[in-house]
Nanobody, 131 residues
Framework: QVTLVESGGGLLQPGGSLRLSCKFS????????IAWFRQAPGYQREGVSC????????GVTPWAQGRFAISRDNAENTVHLQMDHLRPGDAGVYYC????????????????????????WGQGTQVAFSS
């Protein structure tokens, strides 16, 4: 059985930082790619960043470059999303998702942050801003 469990969301002020975690279980490292998506109220779920568990190759959506960084710790079965200089527009539910049997360089493609490519999803973690 494969599972993904997100954690690390919270309430913060503009300009703050947050590190989200995605604990994965049951996946082979080879060929598995894990990505972060976010969904604001009334908007479609959009891709943020992705990473190959074995290769470490990663991709990031252009709007997230410079503020968001993805990393993985295979010893802890965890993928992190470090988010800095957060803005109210970054509020929403953040999900991690996994897809398997992907080639080594796949995280460098645009498909890597496309939600249609992912089969397994976590339950999400909320990021919100205090007024």
């Amino acid at each position: 059985q494969v599972t993904l469990v997100e954690s690390g969301g919270g309430l913060l002020q503009p300009g703050g930082s947050l590190r989200l975690s995605c604990k994965f279980s049951g996946f082979r490292l080879d060929g598995t790619v894990i990505a972060w998506f976010r969904q604001a109220p009334g908007y479609q779920r959009e891709g943020v960043s992705c990473i190959g568990l074995s290769s470490g190759n990663s991709g990031v959506t252009p709007w997230a470059q410079g503020r968001f960084a993805i990393s993985r710790d295979n010893a802890e079965n965890t993928v992190h999303l470090q988010m800095d200089h957060l803005r109210p527009g970054d509020a929403g539910v953040y999900y991690c998702a996994a897809t398997t049997n992907k080639p080594w360089a796949w995280p460098h493609t645009r498909q890597c942050t496309s939600r249609q490519e992912y089969e397994t999803w976590g339950q999400g973690t909320q990021v919100a801003f205090s007024s």
